[in-house]
């Protein structure tokens, strides 16, 4: 139990479906973040939040759409994906940012696009 | 920008016996903080050891040592006695002072055989 639960583990969807990943955090931190881990390449990062507030996007298409209602959780509103899209999505939280602050990653979301 | 390089795509041990997994880094900044995770089949990314720059003493952490080499720029995982539960993917990641999020590497996938 790493404190950061993800839902669904697995989805499936087509290109023209709408769908949104969950993320809720019980550790109390104020910093969440999304990344998306392709096959055979490093993790990338998408979004950052920090107090509900969007700190950083890493120049992501708008078909990805993250929501922060406050600090224990996290969503991220999927529509019209490609199937490049299809990966394992990653939530993580940390307390702030810090260089010695680790992040808590949850178990991530197999995403597959059809 | 920063960069993380895993240059071991994959390893071999024996059960009982100690491994290294290799990692070099590319920074400007004086300050930052160096991580190695740990993700099994389950997709879940664990926190195994943090190395901070200004450390006097590498890190250690159970079975889990850091080679924290400043001048070389790197920083490798040793893990001593493996056991048939370190077979996963290994990262190593970096996270300089100020910034709000980690740099990963590729990664290097860890088989223990019995």
């Known amino acids: 139990e790493t404190g950061v639960t993800q839902t669904p583990r697995h989805l499936v969807m087509g290109m023209t479906n709408k769908k949104s990943l969950k993320c809720e955090q019980h550790l109390g931190h104020n910093a969440m973040y999304w990344y998306k881990q392709s096959a055979k390449k490093p993790l990338e990062l998408m979004f950052v939040y920090n107090f509900k507030e969007q700190t950083e996007n890493n120049s992501v298409p708008s078909r990805f759409s993250p929501e922060c209602p406050n600090s224990s959780h996290l969503f991220l509103h999927l529509h019209t994906l490609q199937p490049e899209d299809s990966a394992l999505y990653l939530c993580?939280?940390?307390?702030?940012?810090?260089?010695?602050?680790?992040?808590?990653f949850g178990s991530g979301t197999q995403l597959s696009v059809l | 920008a920063q960069k993380i390089t895993q240059t071991q795509p994959g390893m071999f041990v024996q059960e009982k016996e100690a491994v290294t997994l290799d990692c070099t880094y590319d920074?400007?900044?004086?300050?930052?903080?160096l991580f190695w995770y740990k993700q099994p089949s389950s997709g879940e990314m664990i926190f195994l050891i943090y190395q901070g720059s200004y450390d006097q003493q590498n890190a250690t952490e159970g079975r889990y040592s850091l080679n924290f080499q400043k001048a070389r720029k790197s920083a490798n995982l040793v893990i001593s006695a493996s056991q048939l539960g370190d077979s996963a993917m290994y990262f190593c990641a970096m996270r300089p002072k100020g910034y709000s999020t980690l740099t990963f590497g590729k990664g290097t996938m860890l088989l223990v055989s019995p």
């Open positions: 993580a939280s940390s307390k702030d940012f810090q260089e010695n602050e680790k992040l808590f």
């Open positions: 920074t400007s900044d004086p300050s930052y903080g």
